[in-house]
């Protein structure tokens, strides 16, 4: 029992940095104009004199017009890799669809591959398996061509992509979505016109190069830019959420259901002066997604907060209305204080930038000014270590980042040191995950989780087989977790996101 006592307090000790707020405090960037040549720390206050910062590494210096990205494991091999487009103008200088192999180490190093360097002035770019087999597929939509279209994984994402059109002949297509809509283990594709004002589904009729029937939900969004599925009333039904930057709405529709789907128009705003940018998240924690949206008319950032559902009752928090040419935000509690923070990017002349949750106020600090021609913004936690990482592109700049997010950092001084980082995937994960530990000569091992407050959840033996171990834990809730192994003197730690 005092073994165990101690162990708890170590681990007390160790997720301290995860329930410490992030104070009011100034952020001094200094000059950027060796931002090209190394990646840099900002560092932040923080409560009891600890310590955390958002460091920046480059992930590409030479990108023409990034615009879009995703962040998805296209290797298979258990990190994380990005997926970028390229609106680049003139046309014919767009670089096309890209990807970044992660190559791990740290910082992380990357490897570019082309996917496609014709398909000009890409708008959107989404990862997912369309043609049902092993391999992930890409998808994105390109304003130049007219079109919609997929790539096929030949297995050796490397090269050896092949393109299939979806949907041809559109007027300026902005976001397209890959979604299962009608449940038949087959991913659909959602996409949005701006010149022909219209939303459709393409639902995917099966095959390994798949059939696509076209089912118009709108033909009337005035310029619809962003398209995001979400089950906005919790009815285990996808709901559409569409902004539009000509006719300057937030508009949802509910499924009804039906094959093919019925579609129920309602609204969350009608007056965001250049709707452009979505995101959903629960910003106030009541198990309800909210609404964000960037109009970059009004160089605005804003959220709605879903009051009642059932009666369509949003209210809106301005956020800020000084963030030129926004273009988009993405909710996330980056300093784990237990509310919810914004990143946001507007596009010219360039700013990224942080928007804190303190109290009643959002404390606005700059991560990168002057980034130039921003626009591609991801948010994921790209080294696994239980804090969301931020990757952003700015296409005038020609440059990719990843901003490592240092809130959760090294152990505590009197932490028994660690052998070695485990490699936990999938993470996020939902009941169970895998561990890998390279060279690990046994064939059971003892697998102690640990919750943030340092107490211990869950002790059991588990199998290994070819170096890797099958950790289930279903009935844990949703929550940052602490994986260790011990084996003979080594230990070994990875940190796991339940949802």
């Known amino acids: 029992m005092l073994i165990l006592n101690i162990m708890k307090t170590l681990h007390r000790n160790y997720f301290l940095l995860m329930s410490i707020s992030l104070a009011t405090c100034c952020i001094c960037l200094g000059h950027f104009g060796s931002l090209a040549q190394q990646p840099i720390a900002a560092p932040f206050g923080l409560f009891s004199g600890q310590t955390a910062s958002f460091e920046m590494h480059p992930v590409d210096l030479d990108i023409p017009g990034i615009h879009c990205i995703k962040i998805f494991d296209l290797d298979q091999d258990g990190d994380y890799d990005i997926v970028g487009g390229s609106e680049h103008t003139p046309y014919s200088s767009s670089v ?4 970044w192999q992660n190559e791990g180490g740290y910082p992380v190093e990357w490897t570019k591959f082309t996917i496609d360097g014709s398909f000009l002035h890409v708008m959107s770019v989404d990862v997912d398996f369309i043609d049902n087999d092993e391999f992930p597929d890409i998808l994105a939509s390109s304003w130049e061509n007219g079109k919609i279209a ?7 994402p490397e090269n050896n992509w092949t393109s299939f059109d979806i949907a041809t002949g559109w007027l300026n297509p902005h976001d397209a979505v890959c979604f299962d809509f009608d449940s038949d283990l087959d991913n659909d594709v959602i996409g949005v016109s701006t010149g022909n004002n219209r939303i459709s589904i393409f639902y ?58 019925n579609w129920e128009k309602q609204f969350v705003t009608t007056n965001f002066n250049g709707s452009v940018g979505l995101d959903a998240e629960d910003m106030n924690m009541d198990d309800q997604l909210d609404i964000i949206g960037s109009g970059w008319q009004g160089n605005e950032l804003s959220f709605w907060i879903c009051n009642d559902i059932a009666s369509n009752t949003w209210e809106k928090t301005m956020v800020t209305n000084q963030l030129d040419i926004a273009v988009k935000g993405i909710g996330r509690d980056f300093d784990l204080d237990g509310d919810k923070d914004i990143v946001a990017v507007g596009k010219v002349p360039g700013e990224l930038a942080l928007f804190f949750k303190e109290e009643d106020v ?39 980042y990843l901003f490592e997010n240092k809130t959760i950092t090294t152990l505590m001084p009197d932490d028994p040191p660690v052998t070695e980082k485990l490699k936990v995937f999938p993470n996020p994960s939902s009941g169970e995950c895998v561990v890998t530990i390279p060279e690990l000569n046994a064939s059971t091992v003892q697998v102690m989780v640990f919750d943030v407050r340092g107490d211990l ?33 080594n230990i070994f730690r990875g940190k796991l996101l339940n949802i």
Do not use: T
Not at 96 to 99: E, K, M, N, S
Not at 368 to 378: I, Q
């Open 96 to 99: 096309g669809l890209v990807w």
């Open 150 to 156: 997929w790539w096929r994984n030949s297995g050796n």
């Open 204 to 261: 995917n009729q099966g095959g390994s190069i798949p059939v696509w029937q076209e089912n118009e939900v709108a033909s009337d969004f005035f310029g619809a830019k962003a398209i995001i599925v979400e089950d906005l009333n919790n009815d285990s039904l996808p709901d559409l959420i569409c902004a539009g930057d000509g006719c300057d709405d937030i508009a949802w529709w509910e499924n009804l259901g039906g094959d093919p789907v």
């Open 362 to 400: 959002f404390v606005k600090e700059v991560l990168f000014p002057g980034f130039n021609g921003g626009s591609a913004l991801a948010v994921f936690d790209i080294d696994q270590d239980g804090d969301d990482d931020i990757i952003s592109g700015a296409g005038i700049l020609k440059q990719l």
């Open 457 to 489: 959840v869950l002790i059991n033996q588990f199998q290994v087989e070819n170096n890797q171990v099958r950790i289930l834990f279903l009935g844990l809730e949703k929550g940052i977790y602490l994986i260790e192994i011990q084996k003979d003197e």
